[in-house]
Structures are given as C-alpha cells and as structure tokens.
C-alpha cells in the first residue's frame, strides 16, 4: 500500500494542476459567481457570517462530490454505472446546461426554486446555496467539462475502462477528483475576503449579484450551444448559413440585456427610474433568448472556448506534464496498483 502511495500523490497532483487547463478553467468564474451569488447578500458589514462562511465551504464540498460522481463514472466505462453514463451523456449534457441556467436566472431574479437554494434550517440567518443545490451544479458542471487528457489521466482512464482494472482505475480517479477540488475548495475558503472587500460597495451588491448570474446563464448556454449548433447545420444548412454574420451581434446585445443595460437606458431616459425594475426584468429575459440564438448560431461552445485557450495559450495544456514525474504514468500501467 505504502510501496504505492507515491502514484497516488502523482496522481492527486496531476488533478490539481488540472485546475489551470482549457477544460476547468472556464468553468472557476461561473463557479464563482455560484458562491458569491448565494452569499453576497447575507454579507455582513465585517465581511461574511461564520456560519454562511462555514456553508459555502461545506457547500463547495458537495460541488465536489458532484462532479467526481460523474467523472469516475463517465471514466469507469466497464462498470454499470460508467455504461449508464456513457450511453445517456448527450442527453444528460443538455440537462446540465439547463440546470446551470437555472442557477444563473435564480440570481437574476427571474426563476426562484427554493429546494436548490435553501436548505431546511433551525436559524433563520443561515440560508442561501444549499447543500443539494451545490452538489446538483457539480454534476452539471462535470457534463459540459470534457477533460484535457494529459499523459497521466490517460493511463487511470485506461484502467478504469478495463473490467480486470476496474477497482484501481476508479480508486486512482478518486484521487485524481480530489486533486482537482483542492482548488474549488480553496477558492471557497477565500471567498470571505472577497465579500468583505465587496461590502464596500454596497450600492453596487446588486449588480455584481447580477453579473454573477449572467455567467451562470452563459455558462449553461454554451454547453447547450454546441448540440444545438450541429443539429441547425445538420436540419437546415442553408437558414443557419444565412443568419451566420448576425449571430454573434444578438449574442453581444443579449449579454448586455442580460447585464442589466435596460433599466439602465430607462433610468437615463426618464430620470425618475420607475419603470427600471419591469424593464429589468423584460429586458433580462429577452437577452437570455437572444444570447442563446446567437450563441446557437455561431455554435460558441464550451468546447470550442477550451480549444481556443489550448491553441492561443499552449502553456495551460503544458503545465501537468511539467508538474508530475515522467515516469508516473509507467508506474501505473506497471504495477496496476496490486491488479
């Protein structure tokens, strides 16, 4: 066991490093948004509540345990659960993406499902992101999450989809799971600093709650926007072809409907900004719809932002094979960890 703990932390910190590739990356601001949306409001003027504080860290350890149930079961395609996964993923990726967009228009004030955000509690103070709530975006999260397959995630992959290495692949995922959460974990303990820093801003609160949300919806956009692309060009070539050059323009003004801009126009125009809150609320809603046909046209996907970040900063998909032994990946194939 101990002859073998060597490839275990290998293995934990290839997880770690993983956190700064062009397939996690993208997803640390939505993440983000996630806990600082649920607890930006219950700030207090010191910073945050101990007890919030103490719920987002638990909190971030559920969006943990979240993504790593479906990662080791998307890896372990020799188990029932890994085929369960791999044959339902499409539909399940879809899914996901709503779900992530729900998050996102809870923030925005547009959707409110209370048993994603609250849990049952004995203290009227401590509410907001919810533990079920945290572990549900985690299993969103992980389905538009296609990983950068380095050298060592490779290997664990391999023997987890053999049914003769099926315990050691799973156990090795685990710890490649838990390297990665190391950082999501953190950035959860950190996030008191933040908040504190961001009191001091109160009149702005709302709009960074806002901001919050957009990324959320964002986020769940584009892992709908690549499926959805593909069956356009598949269906209608020609219609999708036409609208091409327009796609990104609605995608841009709906982002900025999205951010709030209507009621700010209003407030402008009229100067007393009684109309400010149905015009943000009307205007929101629209830009959702037209961030998504624009973003469906061009077909902006999570994918294609983790393949842009690989081509145009080569050092993000460098950094595990820099971090971890060469020869790690032998060691596992070799000793199969006691298989």
Request: some cysteine.
């Amino acid at each position: 066991m101990f002859a073998d703990a060597h490839i275990y932390l290998g293995v934990a910190l290839a997880g770690l490093v993983s956190f700064l590739s062009p397939c996690v990356l993208p997803l640390v601001p939505p993440y983000l948004g996630y806990l600082g949306g649920a607890t930006i409001s219950q700030a207090t003027a010191d910073g945050i509540d101990s007890k919030v504080w103490w719920r987002v860290v638990i909190g971030s350890v559920f969006f943990v345990l979240g993504f790593t149930t479906v990662f080791v079961g998307l890896g372990a395609g020799a188990s029932a659960f890994g085929q369960v996964i791999q044959a339902y993923k499409g539909p399940m990726s879809v899914v996901a993406g709503l779900v992530i967009m729900v998050f996102g228009l809870h923030f925005l004030g547009l959707v409110r499902i209370p048993l994603l955000y609250q849990e049952a509690r004995y203290h009227a103070e401590v509410q907001g992101a919810s533990y079920l709530g945290a572990y549900v975006l985690g299993l969103a999260f992980a389905f538009g999450w296609t990983p950068c397959i380095g050298p060592v995630l490779a290997t664990v992959l391999t023997l987890a989809a053999n049914e003769a290495s099926l315990g050691a692949g799973v156990k090795l995922l685990l710890a490649y799971s838990a390297g990665l959460g190391v950082p999501f974990i953190l950035a959860a303990i950190a996030i008191r600093p933040f908040l504190g820093f961001m009191k001091r801003f109160k009149r702005h609160l709302g709009a960074v709650e806002h901001v919050m949300g957009a990324l959320l919806v964002l986020t769940g956009i584009m892992m709908l926007a690549g499926p959805v692309h593909n069956e356009l060009a598949y269906r209608a070539p020609a219609a999708l072809a036409a609208f091409q050059k327009i796609g990104m323009p609605l995608a841009l003004i709906g982002l900025l409907l999205l951010l709030g801009t209507g009621g700010w126009v209003v407030r402008r125009v009229n100067g007393d900004g009684t109309m400010s809150v149905a015009v943000d609320t009307a205007g929101r809603a629209a830009g959702v719809v037209l961030l998504a046909v624009g973003l469906f046209i061009v077909g902006g996907s999570l994918n294609f932002l983790g393949q842009w970040l690989i081509e145009n900063v080569p050092l993000l998909s460098q950094i595990e094979e820099w971090v971890t032994p060469k020869d790690l990946s032998r060691d596992i194939m070799k000793k199969g960890l006691g298989q």
